[in-house]
């Protein structure tokens, strides 16, 4: 990071050239003129006119009506200047090389280290301990949510292993996006977006200001440029981002004005610019090199402010020491009191539990009479529990027979219904057999009369079962109230002998409750044995039902081949109609498809780019940042942000680009289709 802050003054120092120097006068200064202006070279591209010839004198002394700069821009104007050189010189070298450079080519490197810095310049600093610290890659990961394509090399960013700093990944991303060629895009939508960026950036940086939209328009002209890197081998996280300036401080030739044709000829005066030159760059170092001695000054401040915190923790230290003293003999008294207390405690211990000793033996000999009475209650509730889960199964064979008899009689009913139905479509081939019917139904009515009567004894039955279970319920929870009560008695033998005549008189009150208890069970199994006779005198008469029930099955499978012929041929109709109408809605769907696809193929027309100056739809100039882009399913020509969609198209297997209306259009045509 020093190295880094140390370039972004070397930078201000090239650009502060106007200002007074602390150096001595014999030194030379860079005039304004030869560091601050911009020629165009070959091919178009700004061009520093660093060393060209001299067209005013040098001013000596700086004058008093200039207004001042401020170090910002400056920073800006020098930063902007490096980009153009780094890109200027990284494709006049890409010319000799070949298109193809990998990550050991200079000038690519030197390219890589300027984004860097322009990246980095105007980040916000870290106010306070709990504000969190902004970093360069914070910006870059905010892209993904701007430009979708961006989505894939932030993720193979993060999923590299050996990157664990956020300039590595920062440093990784800049590669990708080389290798992607959308690094000119991605910095448009950034600059585009102050809102976002403001979050991470100072208001004067680079990317904030008009600057950002120029670096933007830069950047297109490395398209033509391919890059390899091999992004899982290299140690990112390492690197130092120093920017060399001997690369484009060699040979003063090649940053002149002249033409090629110029450059043959012999002239004159060429060694007189070659000296002009070397003075030039000579003033230049002294330049950088008295911007670093005032760095250093600067950290040397630095150090003794923090000799001077140093010593205030320090003072606070001895004073944090002291009080652990006090805190110390706080701790020792609150010992000295804690052992007489503990002393005192334990003499009452002693007392008590004498007293306790004098209770156990007396809820010894109470529990002794408790614990025959509980075992006894205990036998008792088990035979009561047993007789219970009788009387439930036999409850639960009599409920089950009931719901057979229910299934039976739904089922006749809706043979009965379905019979009659036939009956009325055959009835002069079934004469006969609509007499018996009727014989069968009248029987099939008394049936269900004496079924009707059987289910209000079942009810009965049912009801009297309820009150049974009830009881039985009752009688636990009479059980738990008196564990519970034993429970407390225990508790209270505990605590007060005197207690125990007490519990005796609950005791003996529990025992004519459990009295009462038995006689009440005794009536019940009376009462349980005379409806086991009514059950029997039920399935008695069930019996009797099933032969009736016979006879009707003999009645129902003469009638089941002619219902399912009918059926059969029911099916079969409903199965033709239901296939001719899916066959005339198909054909009216593509007959509409077809119509819709006619009108739109005779409204194409391929528009040419020449005729077409601003966007179809949101009606923006194109300009070198904003490029033309063709639909291919209606021909006409949008921006990247009118037109950033793809379809398959019949023309094409792949997906192509299409418009925004078209886009719709076809999402809705394809929905329809699949529906």
């Given amino acids: 990071m020093a190295a880094e802050s140390s370039q972004t003054q070397e930078m201000t120092a090239v650009g502060a050239s106007s200002g007074p120097s602390e150096a001595e006068g014999g030194k030379k200064r860079i005039p304004p003129d030869a560091r601050g202006s911009w020629g165009v070279g070959e091919g178009g591209w700004p061009m520093p006119v660093l060393f060209g010839k001299r067209e005013a004198p040098r001013k000596t002394v700086p004058d008093e009506n200039d207004p001042p700069k401020d170090p910002t821009a400056i920073e800006r104007a020098n930063l902007l200047n490096m980009v153009k050189l780094s890109i ?57 949510k701007l430009e979708p394509e961006a989505t894939e090399i932030n993720n193979s960013v993060r999923e590299l292993p050996q990157i664990k700093t956020y300039p590595g990944k920062a440093r990784a991303w800049l590669r990708l996006a080389m290798m992607q060629k959308r690094l000119a895009d991605y910095v448009k939508t950034l600059v585009e977006k102050k809102d976002v960026m403001g979050e991470f950036y100072e208001p004067f940086a680079l990317l904030m200001e008009e600057e950002g939209m120029v670096l933007a328009g830069l950047l297109v002209g490395l398209n033509v440029i391919d890059c390899n890197f091999c992004v899982k081998e290299d140690d990112f996280d390492s690197q130092l981002g120093v920017i060399d300036f001997s690369m484009y401080l060699k040979d003063p030739g090649n940053y002149t004005d002249r033409s090629p044709g110029e450059a043959s000829r012999p002239s004159a005066n060429s060694s007189q610019a070659n000296l002009t030159a070397v003075l030039d760059q000579k003033n230049y170092v002294e330049e950088l090199n008295r911007h670093l001695n005032a760095t250093v000054t600067n950290l040397q401040a630095r150090i003794e402010n923090l000799e001077k ?21 706080e701790g020792d008294k609150l010992q000295s009191e804690n052992t007489r207390i503990k002393a005192d405690l334990e003499k009452k211990l002693v007392a008590v539990q004498q007293d306790v000793q004098t209770e156990r033996e007396t809820y010894q000999k109470s529990r002794a009479g408790l614990d025959d009475m509980y075992v006894e209650a205990q036998k008792q509730l088990r035979d009561e529990t047993q007789m219970r889960l009788d009387v439930e199964k036999e409850l639960e064979l009599q409920i089950s027979m009931k719901q057979e008899m229910e299934m039976a009689m739904k089922l006749l009913e809706k043979d009965i219904h379905e019979k009659q139905d ?24 008394a049936a269900e009369g004496s079924l009707k009567h059987k289910t209000e004894m079942l009810v009965k039955l049912e009801e009297k079962c309820t009150q049974m279970s009830q009881t039985i319920k009752d009688i636990e929870q009479r059980m738990k109230q008196a564990e519970r009560e034993k429970m407390g ?23 004519t409750d459990l009295k009462i208890e038995r006689e009440w069970r005794a009536a019940l199994q009376q009462d349980i044995e005379k409806q086991k006779e009514i059950i029997q005198e039920l399935q008695t008469e069930l019996q009797q039902m099933d032969a009736v029930k016979r006879e009707f099955q003999s009645l129902q499978e003469a009638h089941v081949q002619l219902k399912q012929t009918c059926e059969d041929q029911e099916k079969t109709l ?48 194109f300009s070198v940042a904003r490029r033309k882009h063709h639909c291919r399913n209606c021909g006409g020509i949008f921006c990247n942000d009118c037109s950033d969609n793809k379809m398959p198209l019949p023309s094409s297997a792949k997906p192509v680009r299409v418009c925004d209306q078209c886009h719709t259009k076809l999402l809705e045509r394809y929905s329809a289709v699949v529906d």
């Fill in 88 to 144: 200027k010189s990284l494709i006049e070298s890409s010319y000799q090389v070949g298109r193809t450079l990998d990550k050991d080519f200079a000038p690519l490197q030197q390219f890589l280290i300027v984004m860097e810095h322009v990246l980095k310049h105007g980040l916000k600093a870290k106010k306070s301990i709990l504000s969190t610290n902004k970093h360069v890659w914070g910006p870059l990961e905010a892209v993904e």
């Fill in 309 to 329: 915190d140093n010593s205030k923790l320090s003072e606070e230290l001895a004073m944090a020491n002291n009080r652990v003293l006090q805190l110390q003999e």
């Fill in 422 to 445: 036939m009956i009325v479509g055959l009835r002069k081939q079934l004469d006969d057999i609509k007499a018996i019917n009727i014989d069968m139904y009248k029987k099939f009515q």
């Fill in 489 to 511: 008695a225990e508790e209270t033998a505990r605590k007060l002998g005197k207690q125990v005549v007490d519990k005796d008189t609950k005791r003996a009150a529990v025992e």
């Fill in 574 to 621: 409903a199965e033709m109609g239901h296939k001719l109408s899916e066959s005339k809605l198909k054909m009216e769907d593509m007959k509409e498809a077809l119509k819709d696809e006619l009108k739109f193929n005779q409204d194409k027309v391929w528009t040419d780019d020449k005729d077409v100056t601003e966007c179809r739809q949101c009606e923006k100039l």
